[in-house]
């Protein structure tokens, strides 16, 4: 059975924040709201994304468990599965 392109596949969006948090450099971090933008087409339309960011979480978490990202609220790091309110994804800490 072929899969749709547009789909967004938990290794398809944990590549995508990988990419997102890379390009912003070190000590900084993004928001989900921007790989579920990027992942889900047009960024304008609310609609095509935002039914993403679920998915955008449960990959950042497995990214999470991995040690191969850090997630922040208000610049300290949290569980992301616990995490309430906004959150933001960055690279960890390479010291």
Do not use: F, Y
């Not at 596949?9 to 948090?21: D, G, K, M, S």
């Not at 922040?72 to 960890?92: F, N, Q, Y």
């Amino acid at each position: 059975m072929a899969s749709d392109p547009n789909e967004a596949t938990v290794e398809r969006l944990e590549a995508l924040i990988l990419e997102r948090c890379a390009a912003s450099g070190p000590g900084r971090s993004i928001s989900p709201d921007e790989v579920a933008r990027a992942a889900g087409g047009n960024p304008n339309e609310t609609q095509t994304w935002r039914p993403l960011l679920r998915a955008v979480r449960a990959a950042a978490a497995s990214l999470q468990d991995r040690g191969a990202l850090q997630v922040l609220r208000k610049g300290k790091p949290v569980d992301i599965r616990t995490a309430k309110g906004v959150i933001r994804l960055a690279l960890p800490d390479s010291s």
